[in-house]
């Protein structure tokens, strides 16, 4: 998951190059330049989707700050001066002053068309029998929060984990292991999940499982919003009433994309 893949990844000599504007009142962004449904240099992921909405909703241009989403990334980016904006980061991130949500997702089972009883809970003993590939987070990789719901369910032995680091994102290699068959199913995050899942040769089906009520420290839903400078109050509310005014808009990208959306939880 991006964000969640300011995963401690190492970023060894990584060099900012940045499509930089100094014109006054430029929207200017910080981004991963490969790593799609996010973002991507040529502009295809949702994320360069909704900075063009701002932009143009702002009436002024829009400029890049590229280097890849690892470690350092606000550091060497915001913190460095070169940008103002991320458009995806956890709604609670530590490094930024962020928005109110635009969009909750989820972990999803992605799993093939046709199966007319799919797993409601981690208690479905096929989740035992089944190859299960499962994203792996981390300098450590560790578990993300489907993989430790499969292990306290007894599913190890069937479970494959895939490192962030790779010369593929993670997704994408587990969406080949199940186009080639080498996977019976998988948990993914839910925007990687549905973009990849739109572009499989077999056709896929998501479903949305709650982790178990003995689990409940490992949270599936994420709240993603955008993220400011800490300090900048002023582009933080502009951004507030953007996404008050533009939901609907930003909701058709999302969809464009296939991104699983759960809605906010109640009061």
């Not at 502009?43 to 890049?64: K, Q, T």
């Amino acid at each position: 998951m991006k964000r969640f893949a300011v995963l401690a990844l190492a970023a060894a000599a990584l060099a900012v190059h940045a499509q930089a504007s100094d014109a006054p009142g430029t929207l200017r962004v910080c981004a991963d330049p490969d790593n799609l449904p996010y973002s991507r240099e040529d502009g295809s992921g949702f994320e360069n989707r909704i900075a063009r909405l701002v932009a143009s909703d702002f009436g002024v241009p829009l400029a890049y700050a590229w280097l890849p989403d690892l470690r350092g990334f606000v550091r060497k980016t915001m913190g460095a001066g070169l940008c103002d904006v991320i458009v995806g980061v956890p709604a609670g991130f530590e490094r930024t002053l962020n928005t109110r949500p635009y969009y909750r997702s989820t972990y999803v089972l992605v799993e093939g068309q046709g199966d007319p009883a799919p797993p409601r809970d981690f208690a479905d003993p096929r989740l035992r029998r089944w190859r299960i590939g499962v994203q792996l987070v981390g300098d450590d990789a560790a578990a993300t929060p489907p993989g430790h719901a499969l292990a306290q369910a007894g599913a190890t032995g069937n479970v494959v984990g895939y490192p962030m680091a790779g010369r593929q994102p993670a997704a994408a290699r587990i969406f080949d292991a199940l186009d080639r068959g080498e996977l019976d199913a998988a948990f993914v995050w839910g925007p990687q999940a549905g973009y990849y899942a739109q572009r499989s040769a077999r056709p896929l089906q998501l479903h949305v499982m709650q982790p178990p009520s003995t689990l409940q420290e490992q949270r599936f839903t994420f709240a993603i919003a955008m993220g400011v400078r800490r300090g900048d109050r002023a582009l933080r509310d502009r951004l507030d009433d953007f996404i008050v005014r533009r939901q609907p808009d930003i909701d058709r990208i999302l969809a464009e994309y296939g991104v699983p959306r759960v809605a906010e939880p109640a009061p």
